[in-house]
């Protein structure tokens, strides 16, 4: 069974802080992997995606892929008190399976 | 572009009823994903259209159905529904199948 685990927090990070979220998942097949960001009573939105080994960088946020590892990371620069919500880790296999997702880290930036 | 559109937003339904959620995706995009969230489970992947073909489905009852129209709108379909499928459906469309996702803002389903 294909599975993604996080770190349920909360995570507490002070304001202007760098905040590391990890994910690790059990299919060895997953290609693709994804970090979503949900606030409290909102659809998750979607704000990295990688899909190959290393670092990918957008603005404040790096997304790392090390796949020998069976490892991802969300690296989050300079944090805002906005940058608090739950953070979730999806993988994608190579077939049409849909998303697997983590179960969230839950992230608190205090001012 | 105008995101992911999902109708109705909140529904309350008694147990044994059947309920229809409907979901709007991406101008463009041909792939439409169905995920069940809760506060215990998580997100689990329901089912996945493309092209209105079902390409895969999730561990649930046959209770959960779907299907996906030519101009790509889904609708998903619970029957005889129970206490335990008071849940947050999400609709998430993409333009092909395996990739990034982009979600809509969910049918809050309450069973009573």
């Known amino acids: 069974q294909k599975e993604v685990e996080q770190n349920s927090g909360p995570l507490s990070v002070p304001e202007g802080a760098i905040a590391s979220l990890n994910c690790t998942y059990s299919d060895r097949g997953s290609q693709s992997f994804f970090w979503y960001r949900q606030y409290s009573g909102k659809s998750p939105e979607l704000i990295m995606f990688i899909y190959s080994n290393g670092d990918k960088e957008d603005g404040r946020f790096t997304a790392q892929l090390n796949k020998a590892s069976q490892y991802v990371s969300l690296l989050i620069r300079d944090s805002q008190p906005s940058d608090s919500a739950t953070y979730l880790c999806?993988?994608?296999?190579?077939?049409?399976?849909?998303?697997?997702f983590g179960k969230g880290t839950h992230l608190i930036i205090q001012p | 572009k105008a995101g992911v559109t999902q109708t109705p937003r909140y529904l309350i339904k008694t147990r044994g009823q059947q309920v229809t959620l409907s979901c709007s995706p991406i101008s463009g995009h041909r792939s439409v994903s169905w995920y069940q969230q809760t506060p215990g489970q998580g997100l689990q992947f329901l089912f996945e259209?493309?092209?209105?073909?079902?390409?895969n489905k999730g561990n649930f009852p046959g209770r959960f159905s779907g299907r996906q129209f030519s101009n790509s709108r889904s609708e998903m379909n619970v029957s005889t529904l129970e206490l335990g499928d008071s849940a947050l459906y999400l609709c998430?469309?993409?333009?092909?199948?395996?990739?990034?996702?982009?979600f809509g803002p969910g049918t809050r389903l309450t069973v009573t």
């Open positions: 259209y493309f092209s209105e073909t079902q390409r």
């Open positions: 998430a469309s993409s333009p092909s199948a395996g990739i990034e996702q982009y």
């Open positions: 999806a993988g994608a296999g190579g077939g049409a399976d849909g998303l697997t």
